[in-house]
């Protein structure tokens, strides 16, 4: 079971970036699925998250700039992100709450880090 982050990029601010995170592997089901980032001397803080049913909640500081998706039939997470700052700087990490079989524990799973540079 894995996770491959896609979508990173230099961007000036004010643009946009969608990042897109897809699960592969023998996938029992899949429970919360989410964005975190990191910046470089910082801890690594959750970004937005989007329940199995579809509720999501968000940082306060990408309130009303970023969306999160997800689509079920193809185990993808999406993180649509607009008006980009330069504090939004950071390598982003999709994580998913994931188990392979009804015999094992829910267990967390991240994707490999994608870089978000937000510079002029």
């Known amino acids: 079971v894995q996770l491959q982050a896609s979508g990173g990029g230099l961007v000036q601010p004010g643009g946009s970036l969608r990042l897109s995170c897809a699960a592969s592997g023998s996938i029992f089901s899949i429970n919360t699925m989410g964005w975190y980032r990191q910046a470089p001397g910082e801890q690594r803080e959750l970004v937005a998250v989007?329940?199995?049913?579809?509720?999501?909640t968000y940082v306060d500081s990408v309130k009303g700039r970023f969306t999160i998706s997800r689509d079920n039939a193809k185990k993808m997470v999406n993180l649509q992100m607009s008006s980009l700052k330069p504090e939004d700087t950071a390598v982003y990490y999709c994580?998913?709450?994931?188990?392979?079989?009804?015999?094992?524990?829910?267990?967390?799973?991240w994707g490999q880090g994608t870089q978000v540079t937000v510079s002029s």
């Open positions: 994580k998913a709450q994931m188990r392979s079989s009804w015999r094992v524990p829910l267990s967390d799973y």
């Open positions: 989007v329940g199995s049913g579809g509720i999501t």
